[in-house]
């Protein structure tokens, strides 16, 4: 098959359709069976691309249990709808209810899963979230300046020290003036890489300090481990630093780098005050578990190390043509990267770089940081691996696969001897690859999940737009063999899966309505209560099988803001209530048990609203309703409300114009 492919192909980075593509394509999909009832062996955090959110798989089966919302709006839980959870997605510029995700690190300790945290990059609005793993929902999300485009983000270190950030777009930094002619760029332009130190206890990120790098591109990254802990690896391509045409003018060059980063020494450097203050604008949003409501703090600080001031900080490693991934296996000795254009792959030795440092066995300069001779940091190349490679993972077997986008394939090879043992069709065009606890120190191996760039005929057609391709091989033999399969959303990039025992028993079922301080939580229906304060109205409400309290509320006037901040009462697992009412622009909510969420309504004319429970909570699910009547400017309704009684008389006439809010 990879003989089929012509130059041409990869010269323009498309990808070749094999030709066999039916015949080749078919599994045996008994070893991905599970059976109805049964669970899987690992959960698969998969990124969601421009959907913006994270979605959650299960693995061998391939069945999709969950997309938790992360930097898009979700009307499906009112995620970023609701007043409590639109703070999550402030930034520096407002409101950004969407984003671009790409990359997933769960967090680490000791090399291995802990199964806490996982991590996701916004890509767009440069961004990192942290979701919690007990609640599978986003807890933290973090802006990060002097960045345009989060790509290389957010790879981990082994004991989860830092998350780190660099950006793909190189730009003037945020305290310059960026108005500046585009074709500036190589006196303007600087790149920046964010170390996002990560709090062991609470999760909870911070920008410990950013290094201002020369004006290239961003890639990809990678922590060291074991014997290259205190190392990060970024790959970069536009070393040429075009500004136009980049297919072309960013390809120019033989070689571009990958950046090795000696982070202990930054945090020493940093220690030593050479960490110099930028003033930057961004955003930092917490969501709490306890008042089930996020705050957002703009930031105005950041320090930023300069390499010129921070001598054997860092080196640039040469990499042929435009590198993506740079992958390091699970001992830290071998540092991989993928040159897209590249004919071989080359393959890294932590050892040997650390000796030519040591030799300086140097190969000039470029923008202020040494390079590395090539051949001194060279374990040795993969010869003819295939086209176009583009990320490589681990089974902890002393085996690398490496993801072929241009001949649609995937390849294994082995570290020590860089011999390939076996190659195996993807359908099409594979981008990432994931293998289970791959970019840890012990992989789980068994498994390994390919996402395909492009569908084609995988799946019956919908459209102009197909779903995404995901399938899945067996690797615990030495032939790869597809197993199975499955459609995804969004558009998967990186994903990494997880053995279910870390996570599974750990999970929370209820929100304990004791501990709920939200500040508008009503703990029991006779918490229940309509208060005015001026066009604002607040509905303190209760949700409980199978009514809501209060459920006829009148006096309400047209241009009156509502918010109904509702409170589900239940204390079972698995019993949510979900609230909506006519005319809401925004969307529903839905409420877990023993949380308060708002939905703020605004009453446009008059008339009779009702509002409903969305979720089917119980057999008298469709009676969990209620009405709202508006009246017109000037009205004398009184505020009232009440369930399961109704007032002596219904007429405007009959309601004292003074008369306040009561219930029964
Ligand atoms: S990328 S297809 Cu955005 Cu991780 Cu490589
Ligand atoms: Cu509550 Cu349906």
Redesign the pocket.
């Known amino acids: 098959m990879v003989l089929m492919v012509t130059s041409a192909c990869l010269v323009s980075m498309q990808s070749c359709k094999p030709k066999t593509a039916q015949s080749a394509a078919r599994g045996d999909a008994t070893k991905s069976f599970v059976a109805p009832g049964e669970y899987d062996e690992f959960y698969n955090i998969v990124s969601g691309g421009f959907n913006g959110q994270v979605a959650v798989y299960g693995i061998p089966s391939g069945r999709l249990f969950r997309i938790i919302p992360v930097f898009s709006q979700s009307p499906e839980s009112g995620y970023g709808f609701s007043e409590e959870t639109k703070p999550m997605l402030n930034t520096s510029h407002g409101f950004v209810p969407w984003d671009d995700q790409?990359?997933i690190a769960l967090s680490q300790t000791k090399g291995q899963h802990d199964g806490r945290w996982a991590f996701a990059n916004g890509n767009n609005t440069p961004r990192i979230a942290r979701i919690d793993l007990t609640t599978f929902r986003t807890s933290e999300i973090l802006e990060i300046p002097n960045s345009a485009g989060n790509?290389a983000s957010p790879f981990i270190t082994e004991n989860s020290e830092y998350v780190v950030a660099a950006t793909r777009f190189s730009v003037p930094l945020d305290d310059q003036n960026g108005d500046v002619p585009i074709n500036t760029y190589k006196q303007n332009f600087k790149g920046s890489i964010s170390f996002v130190s990560v709090n062991p206890t609470s999760g909870e990120m911070n920008i410990a300090f950013q290094i201002r790098t020369p004006g290239v591109n961003f890639d990809?990254s990678r922590a060291g481990k074991g014997k290259s802990h205190g190392w990060f690896f970024f790959s970069c391509y536009n070393s040429e630093k075009a500004n136009t045409l980049l297919e072309v003018n960013a390809s120019a060059k033989d070689k571009d780098f990958v950046l090795a980063v000696n982070w202990k020494k930054a945090e020493e450097y940093v220690k030593a005050g050479k960490a110099k203050k930028q003033a930057v604008k961004y955003a930092h949003n917490i969501y709490n578990e306890k008042t089930h409501t996020a705050s957002s703090t703009i930031q105005t600080e950041v320090v930023v190390l300069d390499p010129a001031d921070c001598p054997d900080m860092m080196y640039m490693i040469p990499c042929p043509k435009s590198p993506?991934?740079t992958d390091v296996d699970p001992t830290g000795e071998y540092i991989v990267a993928s040159g897209k254009l590249a004919a071989s792959i080359p393959v890294f030795s932590f050892t040997k770089l650390q000796k030519a440092i040591a030799d300086r066995a140097f190969d000039g300069v470029y923008d202020g940081i040494t390079v590395i001779k090539y051949e001194a940091a060279l374990h040795g190349e993969v010869v003819k691996p295939g086209l176009g490679p583009?990320?490589t993972e681990f089974d902890g077997k002393g085996n690398a696969y490496t993801s072929m986008?241009v001949s649609s394939e995937i390849v294994k090879w082995r570290l020590s001897d860089l011999e390939v043992l076996d190659r195996v069709d993807t359908y099409y065009a594979i981008?990432?690859l994931s293998v289970p606890g791959g970019p840890t120190a012990k992989p789980h191996g068994k498994y390994m999940i390919a996402y395909n760039?492009m569908t084609k005929d995988r799946y019956l057609p919908t459209g102009p737009e197909l779903t995404q391709s995901a399938q899945l091989y067996d690797i615990s033999g030495e032939k790869m063999k597809l197993i199975l399969d499955f459609p995804t959303t969004g558009e998967p990039?990186?994903a990494e899966a997880i053995p279910a025992a870390l996570i599974q028993d750990k999970q929370m079922k209820i929100f304990k309505i004791e501990e709920n301080t939200h500040a508008y939580v009503s703990k029991g229906e006779g918490q229940a209560k309509v208060e005015r304060n001026g066009n604002q109205v607040h509905v303190w409400m209760t949700a409980i099988r199978s009514h809501l309290t209060p459920d006829n509320i009148e006096g309400v006037i047209v241009g009156d803001e509502v918010y109904f901040h509702v409170t589900n009462l239940e204390q079972d697992w698995d019993v949510p209530h979900g609230f909506a009412i006519k005319g809401a622009n925004n969307a529903e909510i839905l409420i877990m048990p023993g949380e308060t969420q708002s939905l703020k309504w605004v009453a446009d004319r008059t008339g009779i609203f009702p509002f409903y429970c969305t979720d089917f909570c119980s057999a008298l699910h469709q009676e969990m309703s209620g009405y709202l009547r508006v009246s017109p400017v000037g009205s004398t309704v009184a505020l009232h409300f009440s369930t399961g009684t109704n007032k002596p008389v219904v007429s405007a006439d009959s309601v004292k114009p003074s008369g306040s809010a009561s219930g029964n």
């Open positions: 790409h990359h790509h990809l993506h991934g583009l990320h986008f981008g990432h760039k990039h990186y």
